[in-house]
């Protein structure tokens, strides 16, 4: 048994890239990210709060940090959204993919997706410092 957690198209309200100011309000970017949690968060016994895993402080915390300013790259914000699901000790494994779509065309989305695994997040959970 197995079970996730799947935040899916959450617009980013930052700008990436070196592109002029111009240039970078061509692309909205987009966040798609899932991660497994312990199956006891999801068959619950009670419609209570306390019993599952609290996705909202963690979304909180990426809004917080897209709007903490200009990114040059997607790589380094994946990075950064990471070291946020590190500290989430109930994330068990992870896949990002951050994408950008054109406004002036539909000519599909280019991003970068990420997957760490459940031994990947134990050792990356050892190896930083926590804060």
Do not use: W
Request: proline share 1%.
């Amino acid at each position: 048994m197995r079970s996730s957690i799947e935040l899916q198209n959450l617009k980013l309200n930052t700008k990436i890239g070196e592109y002029g100011e111009e240039d970078s309000a061509q692309f909205e970017h987009y966040l798609d990210l899932k991660f497994s949690i312990d199956t006891g968060y999801v068959l619950i016994h009670s419609d209570n709060m306390r019993d599952v895993y609290d996705y909202d402080q963690l979304v909180e915390k990426i809004e917080k940090l897209e709007n903490s300013g200009r990114f040059i790259t997607q790589e380094y914000l994946i990075k950064c959204i990471v070291d946020l699901c590190l500290k989430e000790s109930k994330i068990m494994d992870l896949e990002i993919f951050l994408y950008k779509k054109s406004v002036t065309n539909l000519s599909g989305s280019y991003g970068v997706r990420l997957l760490v695994s459940a031994n990947e997040m134990s050792y990356l959970r050892q190896e930083r410092p926590s804060t």
